[in-house]
Nanobody
Framework: QVQLQESGPGLVKPSQTLSLTCTVS??????????WSWIRQPPGKGLEWMGA???????YYSPSLKSRTSISRDTSKNQFTLQLSSVTPEDTAVYYC???????????WGRGTQVTVSS
């Protein structure tokens, strides 16, 4: 069974870069046709897809966040990472990593990690 676990700091200061890692177990992030996404949910709001990295290493980003977002991977550790630059308090949210077969599918989810942007 595929399991995902987010990790990273829970508090980030404004203007800094938020960095989160998702560790995948029970399956390889290079398995054909799997896409690995970052999704967030600000308080009182719905889920927002931020971007994804494919089994091939190709990346896809939400147009609204593309200028500040970078997703990469470490295949030796079976991990993928989110970096969000120039954060503001509006980036405060629960951040989830997810994986599925095909872009836009979310078969597996991490538990989520709370990130607060505050000085």
């Amino acid at each position: 069974q595929v399991q995902l676990q987010e990790s990273g700091p829970g508090l980030v200061k404004p203007s800094q870069t938020l960095s989160l890692t998702c560790t995948v177990s029970g399956g390889s992030i290079t398995t054909n046709y799997y896409y690995w996404s970052w999704i967030r949910q600000p308080p009182g709001k719905g889920l927002e897809w931020m971007g994804a990295i494919a089994y091939s290493g190709s990346t896809y980003y939400s147009p609204s966040l593309k200028s500040r977002t970078s997703i990469s991977r470490d295949t030796s550790k079976n991990q993928f990472t989110l970096q969000l630059s120039s954060v503001t308090p509006e980036d405060t949210a629960v951040y989830y990593c997810s994986g599925g077969v095909g872009l836009g599918t979310y078969d597996y989810w991490g538990r989520g990690t709370q990130v607060t942007v505050s000085s």
